[in-house]
Every structure is written in structure tokens, then in C-alpha cells.
């Protein structure tokens, strides 16, 4: 815990004093702040102001004005609380791992994400990620302990239910498929434990908190994919968050907001890839030039099934030196150099998964790996995003290359639970 964040604490102060990549990478952040500094000199009494963004940056607004309002406008306050959430991930991670694998499986895994640069970054800046992975692994942690836990009494159980509904709630307020992939592995683990003696109450604690995240997503998918100009009339009206320019491409239907089809997917995705060029080229007069695939269309489920391997690369692994043009970008051939390691690492999981045993517990966390992939290789549009979306999900593989790293060099400790 004091290395993570040590490690965040110090990568906010040295990117306050001197950014260390060009600055659009900071564009979401220096948009939030400039929407927050806004609100916080507006006069208390002035007209009431909307803010055009989706549900997660108004959340993002709101959270940094409370902080300004306190430290004053100052960015740096925002990524210390960041510094702070995003270690206390690391330690739910390492916590949610141990109900799994060998303590010492979970205590590395814990370290290797503590020290990840990308993670170390992202999450000492003010962004969402520190938030969404700590409410995420504290979702996970809760949801296994009240299901899975039988030494502790039933109403102790449901309290733990109680919390991982909350948490995963919360995750769901910036990413919504989020909920629906906890509660599906969550589902996987007490199905597959349903031939070894567990009691009715217990099954029925774990089963009401998938209930309610699979009926709490739909509200919360189209509340994170809704984006409301400033002239909309909404729930979003605050006196807190001011108006800015809205997209300029807005979707014409309700399909583009609900990618559950192979079209609504083509149309969500050359939505957000076509809106985000424009924006890009209207402010910054740039062209991007690491957008995944935007020539993907699909118009039946196998064009899906045919696209998600080399998709699932993408988001995964790319840059990837050879692959990719570098151009001497610094964040590019960093990028490639960690996602060179990520690949061993995923090989190293495929075997230990493979080697390992098939425990309900051990099925459903890859099975959560799995559908998180396939959400981002989908939904995904950019490599930039893709590659903060992923410190996510990519620790799920850790434990598992670990443990066959254990194997291999013949040090003690790698005996899953």
C-alpha cells in the first residue's frame, strides 16, 4: 500500500511540475478542470447551467469541484485523492485475489500492479480510472466473501452482499458493462459450486445481488451513452455544472445508445470514431491516427464472432513494436515496450490457467477477464482509451502467470486455493 502510493503520489507531483507526455493526452482532464474552475467562480445565485457530457464526467465534475472547493483550484489536489483511491485499488485487488489463489499469488500480483507504470500514471491523474478499479476489485472482493465464505453467519454474509451491490452500483456510474460482467461471473462460480454443499441462504444472498445488477444495467448503459447539449432539457440540470459545447455528431435514434445488436454496435462505434475526429480536428486541427478499425462493420452476429480475435488483440496489446508505427512518439514506444511484457505475461496465464485447477472460483475470474475483453474489443474505439480501460481487467491474468512463474523457476508459494 505505501509503495503504490508513494509511486502515484510522486508520478502527480512530477506531472504537475512537467507533463510527461504532449497534451492531448491531458485533454479529458484539462476539460474537466476548466469546467470545475468555471462553476467554482460562478455566483451562487446565477441561472441554472448544464453541462453537455455523459453521466461518468459529470460525476468526474462534481467530485473535482468538492475538491476545489476545499484546496482551492488546484489540479494537483485531485490527483493526490486519485494517488490514494487508485493504491487502495491495488490493496482490494491483492485482498480479492487471496479468496482464490495462494497468498503469496495474490501478494505479487498486488506488487506487479503496484509498479505498472501505465497504472501508476493513470491513476495518480484526474481521471476515472482510480475510482473504477477500486470500486471494481471491492466488488468483486465482497461479492466472492458473501457467497463463498461459509465460516462467516448468514447476516454477516448478506452485509457483504449488501456492500458489493453498492460497489459494483457505483462502478456502473462510469462503466455499465461492468455490472453486468461481475454479476455473470459472480452467477458462473455459484453455478459450477452447486455441486458441492452450499446453503440455500447463501446461494440466495449471492443470487439477489446478480439479480440486481443485471436489472440495474440497461438504466445505467443509457444513462452513460446519453449526451445532452446545452440546450436539452434533463435531470442533469445543476447549478454546480456549467454548459459547454456539445458533440458534434448526436445519434438520431435510441439504437445508437444501446449497441445490443451487430448494427447498433457498427453504429455506436463510427458514431463515437466519427464525433471524436471532429472534435479533434475543430480544437486541436490534428487528425488521430489511433483509432481501432473504423472501417469495422458488422451486420450479423458472425461478423461479430469474426472481428472479436483481432479486436481483442488490439485493445489488449497495441502498439506493439512492428505492428505499429512508433514515429518516435515517447508514449507510443513506452506503450509498446509494456505491452511487449503483457503479451509474456498473457502467454505465462494461458499456461498456468491451463495447468492450474478448474475450481468454480479460478473459471469465473477468467470468465470475467474474457467478458471484459470481448466488451472493450467491441466497444472500444480508440487505443488511447483502450489502453487506461484496460488496467481493469488485465490484472485478472496476473495470479495465473504468476503462479506458472512459480512453477517454473521452482519457488514455493504457488499452490492455488
Request: proline letters at 6%.
Amino acid at each position: 500500500m505505501l509503495l503504490s502510493l508513494g509511486l502515484r503520489a510522486g508520478c502527480a507531483i512530477l506531472t504537475e511540475i512537467k507533463p510527461l507526455f504532449p497534451a492531448y493526452y491531458y485533454n479529458d482532464a484539462n476539460e474537466i478542470h476548466a469546467v470545475a474552475v468555471i462553476a467554482l467562480n460562478s455566483p451562487k445565485n446565477s441561472e441554472r447551467m448544464k453541462y453537455a457530457g455523459s453521466l461518468s464526467r459529470r460525476i468526474q465534475v462534481i467530485i473535482t469541484l468538492g475538491v476545489y472547493r476545499v484546496f482551492g483550484p488546484r489540479p494537483l489536489a485531485v490527483k493526490l485523492l486519485n494517488a490514494l483511491l487508485g493504491s487502495a485499488a491495488v490493496t482490494a485487488l491483492a485482498w480479492a485475489f487471496s479468496l482464490i489463489f495462494s497468498a503469496s499469488a495474490a501478494l505479487w500480483t498486488g506488487l506487479l500492479v503496484a509498479v505498472w507504470p501505465s497504472h501508476v500514471f493513470y491513476t495518480s491523474q484526474n481521471l476515472k480510472e482510480s475510482p473504477v478499479d477500486l470500486l471494481a476489485y471491492a466488488a468483486l472482493g465482497t461479492a466472492l466473501t458473501a457467497a463463498l465464505d461459509e465460516k462467516i453467519p448468514l447476516a454477516h454474509s448478506a452485509r457483504w452482499a449488501l456492500a458489493a451491490m453498492l460497489c459494483v452500483m457505483g462502478t456502473g456510474l462510469y462503466r455499465s458493462y461492468v455490472l453486468v460482467c461481475v454479476a455473470g461471473s459472480l452467477l458462473l462460480i455459484m453455478a459450477l459450486r452447486s455441486i458441492a454443499p452450499l446453503s440455500r441462504a447463501r446461494a440466495l444472498t449471492a443470487g439477489a445481488f446478480v439479480a440486481a445488477a443485471l436489472a440495474l444495467h440497461p438504466y445505467a448503459s443509457r444513462a452513460l451513452f446519453k449526451t445532452l447539449g446545452p440546450n436539452d432539457s434533463g435531470s442533469v440540470d445543476s447549478p454546480l455544472i456549467p454548459a459547454t459545447q456539445a458533440l458534434d455528431v448526436t445519434p438520431q435514434d435510441d439504437r445508437i445508445d444501446r449497441p445490443t445488436s451487430p448494427g447498433g454496435i457498427s453504429r455506436f462505434r463510427h458514431w463515437r470514431q466519427f464525433s471524436n475526429r471532429q472534435w479533434v480536428l475543430k480544437n486541436e486541427g490534428r487528425e488521430i491516427a489511433t483509432q481501432i478499425y473504423p472501417e469495422a462493420h458488422f451486420e450479423t452476429w458472425d461478423d461479430v464472432l469474426a472481428y472479436l480475435p483481432k479486436g481483442a488483440f488490439a485493445v489488449l496489446f497495441m502498439p506493439l513494436p512492428g505492428l505499429y508505427p512508433m514515429e518516435g512518439k515517447p508514449g507510443r514506444c513506452a506503450a509498446a515496450g509494456e505491452n511487449l511484457i503483457l503479451l509474456v505475461i498473457a502467454g505465462l496465464a494461458l499456461v498456468g490457467f491451463s495447468r492450474g485447477k478448474m475450481s468454480p472460483e479460478r473459471l469465473g475470474l477468467a470468465a470475467l477477464f474474457l467478458a471484459m475483453t470481448a466488451g472493450s474489443a467491441l466497444l472500444e474505439f480508440d487505443l488511447g482509451s483502450a489502453g487506461r480501460h484496460k488496467l481493469l481487467f488485465m490484472p485478472m491474468l496476473f495470479p495465473f502467470a504468476i503462479e506458472e512463474f512459480f512453477r517454473l523457476t521452482g519457488l514455493m508459494g504457488s499452490r492455488s486455493k
